[in-house]
């Protein structure tokens, strides 16, 4: 199963990441973990600087802006 | 196109008179509102194309370990260049202090950012004409070295929360980005839907408030109480900016319907930065990383160094 992190401080921007996560994997039927992270220090751990930014397995797949539902559907069947 | 859709619509169709209040109120609305929406998407479409995102990250990499002036000047140029959710301003700020770039640079970026921007700057031009483009992104750049210098001086380090200091930051990693022309046009098409999406509220605001003016004040009023020879008006239209709040796109409509009526370049330049770069959502989010008395600081800076730009302009002009 997928570990899925959305970094954010709670903006709206991040909210909309994370629903469209959870909705992309729901319509695909796939089980995932999803968490958001907001402690600024924990976000820092990962380098990024710009939110909202997803994390997939401990890796940086995408920072700064709402990703695309073809982009998360891509990242989740890979 | 869009004069004679609003003509069609509003004095044709809609029976009222060019030179009723009404009329004429609606009609600046309606040619506006379709004019910056169609702008704005082309614009911003275009602009997701071809960029090759510069991202914050990359700034800090430009800007770490230069001397004071020429980082302040990188910073303020590519805090122009730079678009950023204001919801990134933390990690940013963060993530500049973690890379040892002084406090004051850090704010001249921060400054500069949500003042000028590409779409501003395409919008401007396309609105009020090359001249005052000039002025408007001219007079930015200084309020942001500026402020950022002043700030400086005052040691501002001893404002800034004691957590912030502690983090570690880890190696930062930019995900690649696909670079074949449909995943341009994807991302384009996302910048579109995000950034349209975003600031459509402000935009219309702006167009609403432009609208009023230029339908119901008469042009005497603009002329006398925002005029360049009324000392004072520089100030109060800076004072009266502070607690509003919209984004640099929104505040361009107000501006074109001001100088239409005869207001001063100086005092319209002037509320437009202080509309644009002094915002209460984003001294909110900073007061996570800044205390209080170095925030008041903040803003008593910014707040003169436009009020001298304000002045400056209308006295040259």
Redesign the interface.
């Known amino acids: 199963m997928k570990q899925i992190k959305v970094l954010?401080?709670g903006?709206?921007?991040?909210k909309t990441t994370y629903t469209r996560i959870e909705q992309v994997a729901q319509d695909q039927g796939l089980k995932i973990m999803l968490e958001k992270v907001e402690d600024?220090?924990a976000?820092?751990?990962?380098?990024?600087?710009?939110?909202?930014a997803v994390v997939i397995d401990n890796?940086?797949?995408?920072?700064?802006?709402?990703?695309?539902k073809?982009?998360i559907a891509e990242w989740l069947t890979v | 196109m869009f004069e004679q859709l609003a003509n069609l619509l509003i004095y044709h169709w809609g029976g009222l008179s060019p030179t009723s209040q009404l009329g004429a109120a609606l009609h600046f609305f309606v040619m506006d509102t379709t004019k910056i929406l169609v702008m704005l998407v082309l614009i911003i479409y275009l602009m997701g194309l071809f960029r090759t995102l510069l991202s914050p990250e990359k700034v800090r990499e430009y800007i770490r370990g230069r001397s004071t002036a020429l980082a302040r000047i990188f910073a303020v140029t590519l805090g122009a260049v730079t678009p950023f959710c204001s919801c990134s301003s933390i990690p940013l700020f963060i993530g500049f202090v973690e890379a040892g770039i002084p406090l004051g640079v850090t704010f001249s970026f921060l400054i500069a950012s949500p003042m000028i921007n590409e779409v501003a700057v395409v919008l401007l031009i396309g609105l009020l004409g090359w001249q005052l483009t000039f002025f408007y992104v001219a007079a930015g750049l200084t309020v942001a070295y500026v402020g950022g210098a002043l700030l400086e001086r005052f040691h501002p380090e001893q404002w800034v929360e004691p957590y912030v200091w502690k983090i570690q930051m880890g190696v930062v990693t930019s995900p690649a980005r696909d670079t074949s022309w449909r995943g341009r046009h994807e991302f384009a098409l996302g910048e579109v839907e995000e950034i349209v999406g975003r600031i459509w509220p402000w935009v219309l605001i702006g167009i609403g408030v432009g609208a009023a003016v230029h339908g119901y004040v008469p042009q005497t009023w603009a002329e006398t109480l925002a005029g360049k020879d009324n000392f004072l008006t520089v100030p109060l239209a800076v004072l009266i900016g502070i607690p509003l709040y919209s984004n640099a796109v929104g505040v361009i409509p107000l501006a074109e319907a001001m100088l239409n009526k005869g207001a001063a370049v100086g005092t319209t330049l002037a509320l437009m930065m202080s509309i644009a770069a002094i915002s209460l959502p984003e001294l909110i989010m900073l007061r996570k990383v800044i205390r209080w008395p170095g925030l008041l600081l903040f803003v008593a800076v910014l707040t003169m160094a436009i009020i001298l730009v304000g002045w400056t302009f209308n006295l040259l002009t």
């Open positions: 954010g401080s903006c709206a921007n991040c600024l220090a976000i820092m751990s990962y380098g990024v600087m710009s939110t909202p890796k940086v797949v995408h920072a700064g802006g709402v990703p695309a073809a982009k």
